[in-house]
């Protein structure tokens, strides 16, 4: 079965969904990604849960493209987590007809994230839809060890661990880490590339991922090593925000090269799985 691509909502934002969802059924994506609240207070999103009409258009043109919603972004867990606060995000979440919730941990009490995730989990279950957690290297879960284990604590059937290829890759996590993973808490990943020099502040880490990313096989990140920890009919997310080259180049280049060159590394990975 062929690998499906998501386009991300950063890749080309602020693009709102309905122009996003008619670009990549243009561009071969099957699946986009859409950020209904912001990852930091006046970060960009599309207003879908305030906007009424907004909705309606974006669900009209999901069913003229055939392409998908695959995620909705982003619900942050911190430590007043009541999960009233995310009904509506959900209810919207369920209304696009998407697959998963993008959850970034914000709560230092490990014991009580887990059980805030728990709750987030059976709450979004409601929808049908699973629960991502993402490791952020700044975040309260900094890695894929941490992440895997609060999913497997919360032990909800739809909890996921989410895999960005950059905080992979600049986190302590390493590729058995990676591959120590259960089929079953995958949902998706996270493609992109950037810089091999690490920042070494938390503004550092914060700035490449939300602003300078680069396009897969750019960068200093190990790609095809990460890949190959992954099952091979995983989908990709192609999250490449880049604010100096995205305005130059347009949303619809920046996307088809974005494209363009996963296929390539994720084709080197597939190579060198079948290697003997």
């Given at each position: 079965?062929?690998?499906?691509?998501?386009?991300?909502?950063?890749?080309?934002?602020?693009?709102?969904?309905?122009?996003?969802?008619?670009?990549?059924?243009?561009?071969?994506?099957?699946?986009?990604?859409?950020?209904?609240?912001?990852?930091?207070?006046?970060?960009?999103?599309?207003?879908?849960?305030?906007?009424?009409?907004?909705?309606?258009?974006?669900?009209?043109?999901?069913?003229?493209?055939?392409?998908?919603?695959?995620?909705?972004?982003?619900?942050?867990?911190?430590?007043?987590?009541?999960?009233?606060?995310?009904?509506?995000?959900?209810?919207?979440?369920?209304?696009?007809?998407?697959?998963?919730?993008?959850?970034?941990?914000?709560?230092?009490?490990?014991?009580?994230?887990?059980?805030?995730?728990?709750?987030?989990?059976?709450?979004?279950?409601?929808?049908?839809?699973?629960?991502?957690?993402?490791?952020?290297?700044?975040?309260?879960?900094?890695?894929a060890?941490?992440?895997?284990?609060?999913?497997?604590?919360?032990?909800?059937?739809?909890?996921?661990?989410?895999?960005?290829?950059?905080?992979?890759?600049?986190?302590?996590?390493?590729?058995?880490?990676?591959?120590?993973?259960?089929?079953?808490?995958?949902?998706?990943a996270?493609?992109?590339?950037?810089?091999?020099?690490?920042?070494?502040?938390?503004?550092?880490?914060?700035?490449?991922?939300?602003?300078?990313?680069?396009?897969?096989?750019?960068?200093?990140?190990?790609?095809?090593?990460?890949?190959?920890?992954?099952?091979?009919?995983?989908?990709?997310?192609?999250?490449i925000?880049?604010?100096e080259r995205l305005?130059?180049?347009?949303?619809?280049?920046?996307?088809?090269?974005?494209?363009?060159?996963?296929?390539?590394?994720?084709?080197?990975?597939?190579?060198?799985?079948?290697?003997?």
């Amino acid at each position: 079965m062929p690998r499906a691509y998501s386009l991300a909502y950063l890749t080309t934002a602020p693009l709102a969904p309905p122009d996003a969802l008619q670009l990549a059924q243009k561009l071969g994506y099957q699946m986009i990604g859409v950020r209904i609240a912001p990852a930091a207070p006046g970060g960009d999103f599309s207003p879908l849960i305030e906007d009424a009409a907004l909705l309606r258009e974006t669900v009209a043109q999901i069913k003229a493209t055939g392409v998908t919603v695959y995620d909705v972004e982003i619900a942050r867990l911190n430590a007043d987590f009541r999960v009233e606060q995310f009904r509506d995000f959900l209810e919207t979440a369920g209304k696009l007809g998407a697959r998963a919730i993008l959850v970034a941990g914000d709560d230092p009490v490990e014991e009580r994230l887990t059980q805030s995730y728990a709750a987030f989990c059976d709450a979004a279950r409601d929808y049908g839809l699973t629960a991502d957690l993402e490791f952020m290297p700044w975040t309260s879960v900094p890695d894929a060890k941490s992440a895997l284990r609060i999913a497997t604590t919360a032990d909800r059937p739809n909890g996921r661990v989410l895999i960005d290829a950059l905080h992979a890759a600049r986190s302590s996590t390493t590729l058995a880490d990676l591959a120590a993973i259960p089929r079953e808490r995958l949902g998706y990943a996270q493609l992109c590339d950037a810089p091999g020099e690490i920042p070494t502040t938390n503004e550092g880490l914060i700035h490449t991922a939300r602003c300078a990313r680069l396009l897969p096989g750019e960068g200093g990140i190990d790609l095809v090593g990460i890949l190959r920890q992954l099952p091979d009919d995983l989908p990709l997310s192609l999250e490449i925000p880049n604010d100096e080259r995205l305005p130059v180049v347009g949303p619809e280049a920046w996307a088809r090269e974005a494209l363009a060159t996963a296929r390539r590394v994720a084709a080197r990975a597939a190579e060198q799985g079948e290697t003997p």
